[in-house]
């Protein structure tokens, strides 16, 4: 990740410092099940259909990050599209590393990642959503250049999170589609 966004964008309306409320959901199940929230249902996606999916959540991330009211909450507690933006570009590299130690690793473990924590010391809503937007282009790249180069004799290998979730490379990637489609339908992208 380079250093685009990492600082705040002079004159710009800055997201209300309101605390959200975090997320403690255990979200595996969109695994079994349709998200009734945004009406995906990943588990019938292939690995090697990954990639595309990936790549065609770029330019509409670009788009909403475009968007004037782009810094702006909806309601207080509720992730403006810049926060939701820069939360998609570290899912991206997060769930790179973790494809990467799987593909190393089977049965590789991986620590559970405090999204909120991340937010809070990414200082998310006071990013440039021109540099979140070109990060969050390279980072869905990458990952989409990592799923390209899984074989189908690794989809199997499986991963252990912290938190005790276990996957294999398909159910992870699955797990990740989920997050990233969501979160454009979070934005209304």
Known sequence: MTDDATQPAP?????PDTEIPPDTKDWTWVLNEACPECGLSVGGIEVRDVPALIRDTIPRWRAALAAPDARTRPAPATWSPLEYGAHVRDVHAVFGERLRLMLADDGARFANWDQDEAAVEG????LDPAGVAAELARAAEELAVAVE??????????????????????TLLRYYLHDSLHHLHDVGA
Do not use: H, K, M, W
Not at 123 to 126: A, F, S
């Open 11 to 15: 004159d710009t309306q800055i997201a």
């Open 123 to 126: 200082r998310y809503g006071e």
């Open 149 to 170: 180069g899984v074989r189908p004799e690794q989809e199997s290998r499986r991963g252990l999170r912290s938190n005790g979730s276990e996957f294999t490379v398909r």
